[in-house]
């Protein structure tokens, strides 16, 4: 099961931030916080990960509570492109293989529509 | 560099049939991992694969079966299709067992009739 908690949809109108929110209050102290987003017709698409302190890159930005229990997803902009399913994503290691070895357990994410 | 790319995009099976679906990982990328998205779903793991040999594996029967070539593409196989296996099969390359940031491919449609 999904370790990660997210509201099932979100609008928001064209050109304005988006804050998309994450619960992952079981997270332990190594666990990384990824985000992916799927548009439609397409696979997930990776967007952002961090461990402890915020993270930017050219897609977003990612700000995580300092107790770590969640974390916040922001597009600084948003766009028609940007309507997506987001996921927010706790790795899980895979039983019986080497260490450092990980699948991706997604949730139903959050469907944001993004309003022209 | 290409990305993750896979093979077919649809395809139309019916039930009992058996399907081959392909995956041709991100360059220089040693491992796969394979996912099924049912309709509404996000996308479940059924196994991944590290330097061709199996490295964990989900709650998928053992109808569900894989390869991976020295080249690291890789296969999924699945016998004695049920109508329940239509669904969106997506792989994803990374480096190291899934360590790595994992990179998904467009996907195959299949659908079971």
């Known amino acids: 099961d999904a370790k990660t908690t997210q509201p099932n949809s979100m609008e928001s109108n064209e050109e304005e931030p988006v804050h998309l929110p994450c619960n992952h209050s079981t997270i332990s102290g190594t666990d990384y916080i990824h985000w992916y987003r799927q548009l439609p017709s397409q696979g997930p698409e990776y967007v952002i990960h961090g461990l402890t302190s915020n993270v930017n890159n050219r897609m977003a930005s990612l700000a995580i509570a300092e107790d770590r229990k969640s974390s916040t997803l922001i597009l600084h902009r948003a766009t028609l492109r940007d309507a997506a399913v987001y996921y927010c994503i706790l790795r899980d290691p895979l039983r019986g293989s080497g260490a450092g070895s990980y699948q991706l357990t997604f949730g139903k994410g959050t469907k944001l529509s993004v309003i022209p | 560099e290409t990305g993750v790319t896979q093979s077919p995009t649809h395809l139309i099976k019916t039930r009992?049939?058996?399907?081959?679906?392909?995956?041709?990982?991100?360059?220089?990328?040693?491992?796969?991992?394979?996912?099924?998205?049912?309709?509404?779903?996000?996308?479940?793991?059924?196994?991944?694969?590290?330097?061709?040999?199996?490295?964990g594996r989900g709650n998928f029967p053992p109808r569900f079966s894989g390869l991976q070539f020295p080249n690291y593409s890789s296969e999924l196989n699945v016998n004695a299709l049920e109508l329940d296996d239509s669904a969106l099969y997506l792989c994803?390359?990374?480096l190291g067992g899934g360590e790595g940031t994992q990179y998904f491919g467009p996907g195959t449609r299949l659908t079971v009739l």
């Open chain 2, 16 to 55: 009992g049939q058996q399907v081959t679906l392909r995956c041709s990982s991100q360059s220089g990328h040693n491992t796969v991992s394979w996912y099924q998205q049912a309709l509404g779903q996000g996308p479940q793991f059924i196994f991944q694969y590290y330097r061709e040999e199996e490295n």
């Open chain 2, 92 to 94: 994803a390359s990374s």
